[in-house]
């Protein structure tokens, strides 16, 4: 199975940073890459699919690149209702396997 | 609208059972390849299984094959998760998912139905 590494786990950050939140796969999965947000108690939402795709809706200040390995989700100008949990997602093949999380906070 | 509406979860004791449901409207049903996801208290997600869009493909997680069996009614719109021989670490908010076209992405999520295994 491909192995989904995120990082930061945590990250703090204040109203109008940039933060940039990194994942890496296990083994090339082009640009099979999906990230998603989610806010507690909430369902995932999807922001960025083939690694760099905005869903529609999603805010332009979210942006996603990367291919191969290595893969990063930048968000410009941080907003209040961006602080959240964000996890990136291999679709490369089954399993479709989840990377460990990276939680956003209001510093 | 696309929704996707869970039920079915609740408490069960180990090694019980339960079948959660997911009704699904606003998009063409048995076009789309469907999941269940599911996560742990405080934890991340885990992808749980897959159905496509005819059942002819279904996978399943390690950790749920042999107990867990997906399935899925085109004509009422309908994915199923049957598990059995469920055990404490079955304990999570189980969302039903679909899967978009270009490049997979898990486009729609259900609100998640809660199960929680314990005695």
């Known amino acids: 199975d491909i192995q989904m590494t995120q990082s930061p786990s945590s990250l703090s950050a204040s109203v109008g940073d940039r933060v940039t939140i990194t994942c890496r796969a296990s083994q090339n999965i082009n640009n099979y890459l999906n990230w998603y947000q989610q806010k507690p108690e909430k369902a995932p939402k999807l922001l960025i699919y083939i690694a760099s795709t905005l869903q529609s809706g999603v805010p332009s200040r979210f942006s996603g690149s990367g291919s191969g390995t290595d893969f990063t989700l930048t968000i410009n100008s941080l907003q209040p209702e961006d602080f959240a949990t964000y996890y990136c997602q291999h679709s490369y093949d089954n399993p479709y396997t989840f990377g460990q999380g990276t939680k956003l906070e209001m510093k | 609208e696309v929704l996707l509406v869970e039920s079915g979860g609740g408490l069960v004791k180990p090694g019980g059972s339960l079948r959660l449901s997911c009704a699904a409207s606003?998009?063409?049903?048995?076009?789309?390849?469907m999941n269940w996801v599911r996560q742990a208290p405080g934890k991340g997600l885990e992808w749980v299984s897959s159905?496509?869009?005819?059942?002819?493909?279904?996978y399943y997680a390690d950790s749920v094959k042999g107990r867990f069996t997906i399935s899925r009614d085109n004509a009422k719109s309908s994915l199923y998760l049957q598990m059995n021989s469920l055990r404490a670490d079955d304990t999570a908010v189980y969302y039903c998912?679909?899967?978009?076209?270009?490049?997979?992405?898990?486009?729609?999520w259900g609100q998640g139905t809660l199960v929680t295994v314990s005695s």
């Open positions: 159905i496509s869009s005819s059942s002819s493909y279904i």
């Open positions: 606003g998009f063409t049903f048995n076009s789309f390849k």
């Open positions: 998912v679909r899967e978009g076209y270009s490049g997979y992405p898990f486009d729609y």
